[in-house]
């Protein structure tokens, strides 16, 4: 049985340190992929250039130096150094006609001895998936709010709101914080029973969502294209659901600056909390 995900990352070596793979339209938010699945194919290349299996992937930054569009791109990758316990790569992404486009750089890292602790909180009282509005309910009839349902959350990752408000409604904004449940229709499982560790850089890269709480309802529509995207990969996940707790911290000169914690909270949602990943990200507002 093939996986959407793992469809739409697969990665074909074309020559040395170079690789081609095709972005179907289906991932595109507006008008573009959207960048966590574009990271993800840079990140597996890298993983197949490295090929050590022992070195997972423990941290990622990507900067967004140009626009990639769906369709065929090619990624180039750099093997900087190959250690015995943490090896550093770089790949960009971009269309075979494209002089530019995404930079990523990826540390992967075997285990190692250290210390063991989680000093972060996870939400307090947040529902379970299925006691939350998913975005894919009917809107409202009278719905005069603009919202269009983008490929990207039709056809791959659905989320439900714990915290937070849907685009259609009216209320009175407060804080830069948005909780959110994401799951993808077709988790990407691995063999050993956890969750592609790619797939979270895609839910990461979420975080505009936060300014919307903060800024409310506007006349005029507005976008966050991403500058760049940094992602800590922390312990496995195991549950299709992922609880995605998402702040604003900062924005300012058209610019603004946000950060997501992952969370693995079990198969329903009621299990023992357990961090997943952990993310930053600048991104900027362009208007229509």
């Known amino acids: 049985m093939t996986h959407d995900f793992f469809d739409a990352t697969a990665v074909a070596a074309v020559g040395d340190g170079r690789y081609q793979a095709v972005i179907d339209e289906s991932w595109n938010l507006n008008p573009l992929p959207q960048g966590g699945i574009i990271t993800a194919l840079a990140l597996r290349a890298m993983a197949e250039a490295l090929d050590h299996p022992d070195q997972t992937l423990r ?166 294209p991403s500058v760049d995207l940094t992602v800590h990969l922390l312990d496995p996940c195991r549950s299709p659901w992922v609880l995605a707790h998402n702040r604003a911290r900062f924005a300012g000169d058209g610019y603004a600056s946000a950060d997501m914690a992952l969370w693995d909270c079990g198969d329903d949602g009621s299990g023992r909390p357990c961090l997943v990943a952990y993310a930053t990200q600048l991104f900027l507002f362009t208007f229509v």
């Not at 941290?59 to 943490?86: C, K, N, W, Y």
């Not at 995404?102 to 075997?110: D, K, P």
């Not at 919202?147 to 259609?168: I, L």
Request: aromatic share 10%; net charge negative.
């Open 59 to 224: 941290t990622l930054h990507t900067a967004f130096a140009a626009q990639v569009a769906h369709g065929p791109v090619s990624i180039d990758v750099e093997l900087l150094r190959r250690g015995r316990s943490m090896s550093h790569l770089r790949a960009e992404v971009s269309n075979l006609e494209g002089a530019r486009g995404h930079l990523t750089t990826g540390i992967f890292g075997s285990a190692r001895q250290g210390f063991s602790f989680t000093d972060l909180e996870p939400p307090a009282d947040v529902p379970r998936p299925g006691d939350c509005p998913s975005f894919r309910d009917p809107t409202p009839v009278d719905d005069d709010s603009g919202f269009t349902p983008m490929p990207f959350w039709q056809h791959h990752v659905e989320g439900r709101s714990a915290v937070g408000h849907a685009p259609w409604e009216e209320y009175t904004p407060d804080r830069a914080e948005r909780v959110m449940w994401y799951r993808f229709d077709r988790p990407p499982y691995l063999a050993d029973g956890t969750i592609d560790p790619l797939a979270l850089v895609v839910l990461a890269d979420t975080m505009p969502g936060a300014v919307g709480e903060k800024v409310g309802r506007r006349e005029r529509a507005w976008f966050a």
